[in-house]
């Protein structure tokens, strides 16, 4: 039995249609689902970033404004903004694009977004139900992990998954997801302080890196069999038009071989986390509605 290539992109695609169908009947009952996204200055990878998306919320018939600031607009600006789009029942989803400039909290600036059109999943109020196992928005890249590896059927009860990585939008809230009904996995979560990394992963039925490391994870670092799902996503330098390409945290063409399943990078956890935004949207919008979701 071979390795199995996990398409996400296929898997993207496919969770779109399904996302644009229920977007146009909630559209027959005036409702149009819309995420408003804030971006402060002109960073090119931003603003590409969001290009890219806009395209694709529009495919399935959802709104995604942009509001931008200056580069050198002050903390104050941008929290009036968010304020004013709490308010607005035409916005069901708030995004604010990271990084910040300087002389503005990323803490104080996520808080200030009302829970309930917190898409992202990251307000304290939401990460502490979702660690608490309420219905709550999970993280995007969090929520494509989870769908792949139901997709896929990839059994995780009883199974060790090692996580590498602890950020609160990847890391943290599969640890506790995964080690919750109806998961039920024994979860270790790794960090750059972790000893004996090498040995945990040959421990991992199921192996998650998203440490940002380029070909980290080696051969020797896998058990024969497990799945593995490559978070990361790393600029190496390579001889195109571009001067780069892109690659994950594994040494996907020595570790592929040994694994029973395999997430490739790109085409992989990377499209269903523009894809699962959507959801969260349209998830935001029946809820604000009063509709089942």
Request: hydrophobic share 40%; glycine share 8%.
């Amino acid at each position: 039995m071979g390795t199995k290539i996990i398409d996400g992109f296929s898997y993207a695609a496919e969770l779109r249609t399904e996302l644009k169908n229920k977007v146009s009947e909630l559209k027959a009952q005036g409702i149009t689902p819309a995420l408003a996204t804030i971006l402060v200055g002109n960073d090119p990878a931003s603003l590409s970033y969001i290009s890219s998306r806009h395209k694709v919320f529009q495919e399935t018939g959802m709104a995604d404004k942009l509001y931008t600031l200056s580069a050198t607009a002050t903390e104050e600006e941008l929290l009036s903004l968010i304020y004013s789009l709490n308010d607005d029942a035409a916005i069901h989803g708030i995004l604010v694009q990271f990084p910040l400039p300087s002389q503005m909290r990323r803490e104080t600036i996520i808080q200030a977004i009302k829970p309930d059109k917190d898409v992202d999943g990251f307000h304290p109020l939401n990460c502490g139900k979702l660690f608490l196992g309420y219905p709550v928005y999970i993280p995007c890249t969090a929520h494509g992990v989870l769908y792949l590896l139901e997709k896929e059927e990839i059994k995780t009860e009883g199974a060790q998954v090692v996580i590498l990585g602890r950020t609160g939008f990847v890391g943290k809230p599969l640890s506790a997801l995964l080690s919750e009904k109806p998961y039920n996995a024994t979860v270790t979560l790794c960090h750059s302080k972790t000893r004996d990394l090498p040995k945990l992963c040959l421990q991992a039925d199921i192996l998650i890196t998203a440490i940002g490391k380029p070909h980290y994870i080696t051969a020797d670092m896998v058990k024969e069999g497990a799945v593995v799902i490559d978070i990361g996503i790393n600029r190496v330098p390579a001889e195109n038009a571009k001067g780069y390409k892109i690659t994950g945290d594994v040494d996907f063409e020595n570790v592929a071989p040994k694994t029973s399943a395999i997430t490739p990078v790109p085409r992989g956890v990377g499209p269903m986390t523009v894809t699962m935004l959507l959801s969260n949207t349209l998830q935001a919008a029946c809820r604000q509605h009063g509709l089942s979701e």
